[in-house]
């Protein structure tokens, strides 16, 4: 058997940081990557263990690579949540590898190579990221994981039963990781983490990120700062510091999953926040950044949901006039507070209600798309379609989650690069332009 692998990546941008790091650690060991299943030797799933879907597909996943005749590692959120559990009743899996100590990969691939099956879930190390990783994400950008676990306890997120409590990393090490990836090229970088706003409250009396932000500001370099993940009962005090920046390192883009509106819901969830607070907290972002975009989350089906609550989120999500907004419904998760909650909302219930707040949102999401027309914009280029036509981000738009910019060039664009665009029309959930200034 040669030393050929491929990555099957599932989850969020966190566990892509975490695949990346995978790889770098095969590569070193003498591994060499393939662009798809067929041509490797050995499949490492990185898998999801958030909510069933996300099981069902990392599961079924990796029974599609072995009914192949592939080695398979099972990596990731589902084999450190399920490790025992999966290693007795999925023989397919060759190894289950978990997500503690990522080093440890090369041992797990050589174990699969050998026909060995075995678990391997080390305790927790401080070598979960290398700065040389390969990069997934499109040419430009890359995400820079700040934290890892979360001490929020959300009664319905299984993320501490996997990763933990939140642990962040050191200032100077994140500083240094970005430098590196802008050396590389890099032009944006995405903060991620299960909740970036308490950076630093696991070894501080206060929220570090403001600090951080600081520091990320003497960088080299000309590059966007993109936060993903702001919790919203404990936002950080950052508004200043951006207003003055003014949105030329740091985007005034806020990633910020209210998951939903009713007071009484949101206790159930063991979060502070009401309708009334995150309006209030809307309008405070909105005052000192009048550009400000903002994104969501919504969790419909939560246990004792009531029509009465649904119409509440409804009333809430017009009046909070919310950029982008995503949905999805409650998973049953076992050793959360909330699996035991009563009375469940039966599945099309659930779907019917996210169906509502989505179709509310298509026109919410097009008419606050609309204030871009016909204004100017910096945009980075991702994809070129042909030779004329290439695919873009503008900084109201976040990796893979919101719509893209269309734009039409008369010479080649080089990809991962800034270019200056006038925003010409809106097509959808995209914009179209037009190149002002070539790079």
Known sequence: MSKTYFLDLFGCAKNQVDAETLMSYLNDAGWTSTLSAE???LVVVNSCGFIETAKRESINATLEHKKNGKRVVLAGCLAERYAKDLFESLPEADVIFGVKDLSKIASAAESARRGTRTRIVPPPTNNNVRKNRPLLSLPGSAYVKITEGCNNRCSF?????????????QIEDIVDECQTLLDRGVRELCLVGQDVAAFGMDFSSKQLLPTLLEALSCLNGDFWTRLLYLHPDHFPPILDF?????????????????????KSLLQKMNRKGCAEDYLALLARIRDALP??????TFLLGFPGETDADVETLLDFQEKARLDWAGCFTYS??????????KPRVHKNAAERRKALVEEKQIAITERRLERFVGREFDVLVEEAIDEELYLGRMFAQAPEVDGAVVVHADAALKLGSFVRCKITARAGFDLTAEILSPP
Do not use: W
């Open 332 to 341: 049953r998760e076992e050793n959360t507070p909330a699996y035991a909650m």
């Open 39 to 41: 041509e490797a030797d």
């Open 242 to 262: 951006l207003k003055e920046d003014g949105g030329a390192r740091f985007l005034p883009y806020f990633d910020i999953p209210f998951q939903h509106a009713s």
């Open 157 to 169: 997120c299984s993320i501490p039963l996997i990763r933990g409590g939140l642990k962040s990393r």
């Open 291 to 296: 550009s400000a975009v903002i994104r969501s």
